[in-house]
């Protein structure tokens, strides 16, 4: 029960990996709020799974790319869960497209979700964090796409190195406060958004074979990383990067 008692606010966390950091932070003992956008069944089975756990789960529809979501989210989740302990920035989308013919509109929708959205709801969270005086946790899912490049994924890319960047400084900026700022860089993990990429069974072994421990990373990898960072365990970690991958990076072989 490392989280006992705290209340922790996750973006993105109707399916896949926001999903599985709301169940497992609950598993812990927290109260949840969830943000979601487009998928009412999705944030439902989310909150049915966090009540068979004991715990309470509020949620608010919100599109994360528009900057009034962020305070609409913070403030309602704040005054119905008593405050904020952590917060987890995951709300994020990966429309694989082609570099030389990316429309600018999915450039743009890729950059307002995964990048501006982050930076607005960060920012809403720690400003409700130093009201409170009291410290906290803020933790955002970058990725190993922060860290090496793609060919589909040069709209998406940058948005996870920007998310990373984004840690660090907000770990500078908000030491001051004891509020501890760290990122989380998953691998390949099977989730919806890459659902029909991973549909090739043929790339889905190819996939498999470059990870040292021989399979795709779960929901459920991340999200105890998450736990992690959150707790006390982790109260001297800030400005870091967690890279849960299945050993993919370091593999040059």
Not at 139 to 160: C, R
Not at 180 to 191: D, F, I, L, Q, Y
Not at 209 to 221: A, M, T, V, W
Request: a neutral charge; charged letters at 20%; hydrophobic letters at 45%.
């Amino acid at each position: 029960m490392l989280l006992e008692g705290k209340k922790v606010l996750i973006t993105g966390a109707s399916r896949g990996i926001g999903r599985a950091t709301a169940i497992e932070c609950a598993r812990h003992g927290a109260d949840v709020a969830l943000n979601w956008f487009k998928d009412r069944e999705g944030m439902q089975e989310t909150q049915a799974e966090i009540a068979r756990l004991g715990r309470r789960a509020i949620e608010v529809e919100g599109d994360v790319a528009l900057p009034e979501s962020a305070d609409r989210f913070v403030s309602y989740a704040s005054a119905a869960l008593g405050g904020i302990d952590v917060f987890v920035s995951n709300a994020g989308i990966c429309p694989f497209h082609a570099f030389l013919d990316t429309p600018l509109e999915v450039f743009e929708r890729t950059m307002a979700v995964n990048l501006h959205g982050a930076y607005y709801m960060t920012q809403a969270a720690a400003r409700q964090m130093t009201r409170q005086g009291t410290g906290g946790a803020l933790i955002a899912i970058s990725s190993i796409s922060a860290l090496v490049g793609g060919g589909m994924q040069a709209h998406y890319t940058p948005t996870k190195a920007g998310v990373h960047s984004l840690m660090q400084s907000c770990a500078i900026a908000l030491g001051p406060y004891g509020i501890r700022c760290n990122s989380v860089m998953p691998g390949t993990v099977a989730t919806d958004i890459n659902k029909e990429d991973l549909a090739d069974p043929a790339k889905r072994a190819y996939m498999e074979k470059r990870i040292p421990l021989g399979r795709l990373g779960e929901p459920r990898d991340v999200a105890g990383c998450v736990v992690f960072l959150a707790s006390d365990l982790a109260r001297y970690v800030t400005g870091a990067a967690l890279l849960v991958d299945g050993g993919l990076f370091v593999n040059l072989q």
